[in-house]
């Protein structure tokens, strides 16, 4: 069955830093990978996912993620972190099946 | 927008009670998934169903079961609720699309059993 891994538990950046959230991934095909965010006392909120094509994907509130099929890694990114990315972030992957596996959670804190 | 709806954000159950969580959602989607949450773990699959009356053992069953009669609506049912089971519960749906869809979320139901 398909499975990611997040190494970090905790990631800290200081306000206007980049920061990187990572991910890594293993399925038995081709690989659907997503990334999720979860405000305190909310759901998920889908930020944005690799499907086929450009390694490098671009989605909500300024995020990107770069996908990397040799070192099955899919990490999260954005250039300049802001407070209020401060949240925790889910990596998810399918393969074939209709089923989405999660990974353990990244709690993000970015200090002014 | 997609709407992912649970019926309770909070729920206290005593030990042994069945509890019924009930999630709706209003755009069709043909795969709806129950998830519980716990810190360092994340989302674990508990049940998930690709139409009506059909359903999918996810990675952690036990203690569960669910429900799907009508397309928008699926429950997950503890057929007798232990302390163990305290956790957060989260729903999502999906279009039948499959693997290249996103999940839409509910804003989850915590639930204590005590």
């Known amino acids: 069955a398909q499975s990611v891994a997040q190494p970090e538990d905790q990631v800290n950046v200081a306000e206007g830093n980049p920061l990187t959230v990572k991910c890594t991934y293993s399925v038995s095909g081709n690989p659907y990978l997503f990334w999720y965010v979860q405000y305190p006392n909310r759901g998920l909120q889908f930020l944005l996912k690799y499907i086929t094509g450009d390694n490098l994907v671009k989605g909500s509130y300024g995020f990107e993620a770069e996908f990397n099929k040799s070192q099955t890694s899919f990490h999260l990114k954005k250039p300049s972190a802001l407070v209020s990315d401060s949240a925790l972030y889910f990596c998810?992957?399918?393969?074939?099946?209709?089923?989405?596996?999660f990974g353990a959670g990244t709690r993000l804190t970015v200090k002014p | 927008d997609v709407k992912v709806t649970q019926s309770s954000r909070y729920l206290v159950k005593r030990t042994g009670e069945k509890v019924f969580l009930e999630c709706v959602q209003d755009?069709?989607?043909?795969?709806m998934f129950w998830y519980r949450q716990d810190p360092g773990l994340g989302l674990r699959l508990i049940y998930f169903?690709?139409?009506?009356?059909?359903?999918e053992k996810g990675d952690i069953p036990e203690g569960y079961s669910v429900s799907r009669e009508k397309k928008e609506r699926f429950s997950l049912i503890l057929e007798s609720a232990s302390t163990n089971q305290t956790s957060m519960y989260l729903c999502?749906?999906?279009?039948?699309?499959?693997?290249?869809?996103?999940?839409?979320f509910g804003q989850g139901t915590r639930l204590t059993v005590v």
């Open positions: 999502a749906s999906s279009t039948w699309g499959g693997v290249n869809t996103e999940a839409f």
């Open positions: 998810a992957v399918r393969d074939r099946s209709n089923d989405m596996r």
């Open positions: 755009m069709d989607h043909e795969n």
């Open positions: 169903s690709y139409d009506v009356k059909m359903k």
